[in-house]
Nanobody, 124 residues
Framework: QVQLVESGGGLVQAGGSLRLSCAASGRTFSSYTMGWFRQAPGKEREFVSSIRWGTSSTYYADSVKGRFTISRDNAKNTVYLQMNSLKPEDTAVYYC?????????????????WGQGTQVTVSS
């Protein structure tokens, strides 16, 4: 059974940094894409970033490009999202997800397993 467990969320001031982690188990992740999405109150869940495990190709939403970095640790089956220069508009619940290996993978339907989410709050 595939399990994704996020951690690392919290409260931070604008301009600060956080690193989210997503520990994955239950499948051979070398053949999959891992993604991060976020959902703010009253808004739809939106794509943040993804990494194609086999090639390490990375993709970012325009809103986070240059501020966020996605990476992976093969040995730990863990994906990270380093978030720098955080803004109040980055406040949301952040979700980790896994799906079929493909480039970009920006749509919710491209992922078949999701974590429970971790809250990120950026104060102004």
């Amino acid at each position: 059974q595939v399990q994704l467990v996020e951690s690392g969320g919290g409260l931070v001031q604008a301009g600060g940094s956080l690193r989210l982690s997503c520990a994955a188990s239950g499948r051979t992740f070398s053949s999959y894409t891992m993604g991060w999405f976020r959902q703010a109150p009253g808004k739809e869940r939106e794509f943040v970033s993804s990494i194609r495990w086999g090639t390490s190709s990375t993709y970012y939403a325009d809103s986070v490009k240059g501020r966020f970095t996605i990476s992976r640790d093969n040995a730990k089956n863990t994906v990270y999202l380093q978030m720098n220069s955080l803004k109040p508009e980055d406040t949301a619940v952040y979700y980790c997800a896994t799906g079929k290996e493909t480039d970009w993978a920006t749509e919710i339907w491209e992922y078949d397993y999701w974590g429970q989410g971790t809250q990120v709050t950026v104060s102004s």
